[in-house]
């Protein structure tokens, strides 16, 4: 059972697209709970903790209220793993888009094939996000989620995961590499980044939220931008 939200201020929309998910969902035989709001503080009124798996979120809602992109950021403030698709007439948010990790822009009016297209992706996110990493460590197994692992980092013969909080097993870089999902790349023989993470991209280095310098090889600046093109 997949939660999806339709956040939109003209009710039209907000029909059209609830309609969509449900036959998106009959096709491919999945079952979904859809549903609708019409302002962002309606959304924000109802639920005051995580509750969907999947966001599809209007941007230019009412002058006198809460935009989309102002309630997406109020999201992440409380819940990391929804995944947000901004619906809008305009591409003039996008840089906003990456501040809120929004998975995908739709343009109005929205294609089916599209709004199919989007869906899969944002399945497979939520799919991607319940995976774990298992370490055996001094004090017994450790389960990781995926999903939280900023970067991994090799320190002679082991590697630190960075997340929550930090990890270092002997194991090597290749087979941790294995267990990652299309978030990640690999910035060079020592380093790999969860791309979900990535604030800023240099020729030299790649620039978390947090502030992390992660170095960059020569080479691979232009690999690393398709693979945060690919990925958004």
């Known amino acids: 059972m997949y939660r999806i939200a339709v956040c939109d201020d003209e009710q039209?929309?907000?029909?059209?697209?609830?309609?969509?998910?449900?036959?998106?969902?009959s096709d491919r035989a999945v079952m979904v709970h859809v549903e609708e709001f019409?302002?962002?503080?309606?959304?924000?009124?109802?639920?005051?903790k995580p509750a969907f798996d999947i966001l599809f979120l209007d941007i230019e809602m009412k002058a006198d209220g809460m935009n989309g992109i102002e309630l997406a950021a109020k999201i992440r403030e409380r819940?990391?793993?929804?995944?947000?698709?901004?619906?809008?007439?305009?591409?003039d948010y996008i840089a906003e888009g990456y501040d809120v990790e929004a998975l995908h822009y739709l343009?109005?009016?929205?294609?089916?094939?599209?709004?199919?297209?989007?869906?899969?992706?944002?399945?497979?996110?939520?799919?991607?996000?319940?995976?774990?990493?298992?370490?055996?460590?001094?004090?017994?197994i450790v389960r990781i989620p995926v999903s939280e692992i900023r970067y991994l980092e090799v320190?002679?013969?082991?590697?630190?995961?960075?997340?929550?909080?930090?990890?270092?097993?002997?194991?090597?870089?290749?087979?941790?590499?294995?267990?990652?999902?299309?978030?990640?790349?690999?910035?060079?023989r020592s380093f790999i980044v969860n791309l979900r993470?990535?604030?800023?991209?240099t020729k030299s280095q790649v620039v978390l939220k947090d502030?992390?310098?992660v170095p960059l090889s020569r080479g691979l600046y232009e690999a690393v931008n398709r693979a945060m093109i690919q990925y958004f």
């Not at 609830?18 to 036959?23: D, H, L, M, Y």
């Not at 993470?197 to 991209?201: P, T």
């Open 12 to 25: 039209a929309d907000v029909s059209y697209v609830a309609g969509f998910i449900k036959k998106w969902a």
């Open 38 to 48: 019409f302002s962002a503080e309606a959304y924000l009124f109802q639920y005051e």
């Open 79 to 91: 819940d990391r793993a929804v995944q947000i698709v901004f619906v809008t007439g305009y591409m």
């Open 107 to 140: 343009l109005k009016p929205v294609a089916e094939e599209r709004l199919a297209s989007v869906l899969d992706r944002a399945v497979q996110r939520v799919k991607d996000r319940e995976r774990e990493l298992c370490l055996q460590m001094p004090e017994g």
């Open 155 to 188: 320190q002679r013969n082991y590697v630190t995961l960075h997340g929550s909080e930090d990890y270092t097993v002997k194991r090597t870089l290749g087979e941790l590499e294995r267990e990652l999902d299309e978030s990640f790349f690999r910035t060079g």
């Open 197 to 201: 993470f990535v604030r800023k991209i």
């Open 211 to 213: 502030g992390t310098q």
